[in-house]
């Protein structure tokens, strides 16, 4: 008979097994503060939306009324996808008996969304893109949900105090939708990647401290707006297309875009267009989320000028152009900026 020997279970992974989203969280803060039980319980509900929403998407092309447009189209002028209310009615749902979040700040509602209950304590806000890159829902391409959360300065339905620039962020971060369902988060103290465990229902642990490299080989534009862009954005993408060691990556969904920008290196550009000389990607819920995160990797975010962070927005759903990634790669973007203004001058 032989005797039973039970398998080690390495330490690490039983730890790591454990340590979630919310354990990271008090980890990183060093702190049981009800501060950073509010950070971590508001992570935990993101988490938690981007469980349902994942949910959704894995089973999209099988249910009735998932895919394609509401016929309805947002305040950007967007034609409103049906995914598109499913996810932003989802992180509303999780917010609300949650004592945390008072308002909600959203790429599809025209102003913030209030949960009244929540603000005598909730003194918090949530920007967020529910479903980044939507126009991929329907052909089972990747898509993300970006956050930033904000400290609430006024009680009142007013939403002037979120015209501040993106050095007030609490947190930010994305969640991407893709052959698995990752977020990734900085609460100021790095970047960290936490993946879906199915089999759990938890975001476990997956990567700490993630580092953009300097320099990296990908560049990713839409090169079919070429024609309306600036001239220091064709001098930048003729220079690429000249020298060896480029490679373009471009999916149509920012977030995807982004995180291959962040593990690889290299830079995506969003420029300013002749349709939309301020860009397309919108500030608070977008480009300073990202750039947060980005700044906390070692990379740089700008607009091709000034620093994604230091740009106050007129109003809630103003955009910026968005030069994101590694700092040598957005420097060198930004230095043909530079070159055009001095010849102009
Ligand atoms: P274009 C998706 O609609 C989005 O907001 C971002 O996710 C993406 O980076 C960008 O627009 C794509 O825009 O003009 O290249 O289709």
Not at 221 to 247: L, M, P, S
Not at 298 to 322: C, E, F, N
Request: glycine share 8%.
């Amino acid at each position: 008979m032989t005797s039973f020997q039970p398998v080690a279970v390495p330490e690490c992974s039983l730890d790591r097994d454990c340590t979630t989203l919310s354990r990271h969280i008090l980890q990183q803060l060093q702190s049981f503060s009800p501060e950073a039980q509010d950070l971590s319980a508001i992570m935990t509900r993101i988490a938690l939306a981007g469980k349902l929403i994942a949910r959704r998407l894995s089973r999209a092309g099988l249910m009735a009324d998932v895919l394609g447009f509401t016929g309805e189209t947002n305040v950007q002028g967007e034609s409103v996808k049906k995914m598109d209310v499913y996810a932003n009615d989802v992180f509303i749902s999780v917010f609300k008996q949650s004592g945390l979040v008072c308002r909600l700040a959203s790429e599809e509602m025209d102003n913030p969304y209030y949960i009244p209950e929540n603000c005598p304590i909730g003194r918090y806000t949530l920007l967020y893109d529910p479903i980044d890159g939507s126009s991929n829902v329907d052909i089972n391409l990747n898509v993300g949900s970006i956050f930033a959360i904000r400290q609430q300065q006024v009680m009142n339905e007013d939403e002037a105090d979120l015209l501040q620039d993106g050095k007030g962020q609490l947190a930010a971060g994305y969640i991407l939708y893709g052959p698995s369902t990752m977020l990734v988060y900085s609460i100021g103290h790095g970047v960290h990647s936490f993946l879906l465990d199915p089999s759990l229902g938890e975001f476990i642990l997956a990567q700490e401290d993630i580092k953009i490299p300097d320099h990296g080989p990908v560049y990713s534009n839409n090169e079919g707006n070429f024609w309306q862009w600036d001239e220091a954005f064709r001098d930048y993408t003729r220079y690429v297309h000249r020298h060896e060691g480029y490679t373009a990556r471009y999916s149509g969904a920012l977030v995807g875009d982004v995180h291959r920008i962040l593990m690889q290196g290299g830079v995506f550009l969003y420029p300013g267009t002749v349709k939309k000389p301020e860009g397309k990607l919108r500030l608070l819920y977008e480009t300073a989320p990202l750039a947060f995160l980005i700044e906390q990797a070692g990379g740089k975010a700008s607009d091709g000028t000034t620093r994604i962070l230091d740009i106050v927005p007129d109003k809630l759903h103003a955009r910026t152009p968005l030069v994101i990634g590694s700092k040598d790669d957005v420097k060198l973007v930004e230095s043909f900026i530079e070159d055009r203004k001095n010849r102009e001058n």
